[in-house]
């Protein structure tokens, strides 16, 4: 199975990004969004969302650990707010949290 997210905007307060590059946050949460939703679980998870227009505005967990970058924190706040959290981890279970 191929998944397709387009993500048309992306809207960051100048602010979060702690002087990292933008191109950079891009570039990684390409790459850990494509290994997280790569996980056992994932495919099932969404294909029980479908297609999605928008997702309401979440909110961005500071940094564990001060090396925790934005586009990595942004990946994985993307996958839970598409349901797929929960359902990796219970290998497709039900989508709570």
Not at 53 to 73: C, I, K, M, N
């Amino acid at each position: 199975m191929s998944i397709e997210l387009h993500i048309e905007r992306l809207v960051i307060d100048e602010g979060v990004l702690r002087g990292e590059r933008a191109a950079d946050v891009r570039a990684l949460l390409e790459r850990d969004l494509a290994r997280q939703l790569a996980q056992p679980g994932a495919v099932a998870a969404l294909r029980s969302v479908g297609a999605v227009s928008a997702l309401t505005p979440a909110v961005l967990p500071e940094p564990a650990r001060g090396q925790d970058r934005l586009g990595s924190r942004l990946a994985t706040t993307l996958r839970q707010s598409l349901g797929v959290a929960s359902a990796a981890r219970n290998e497709g279970g039900s989508r709570h949290g």
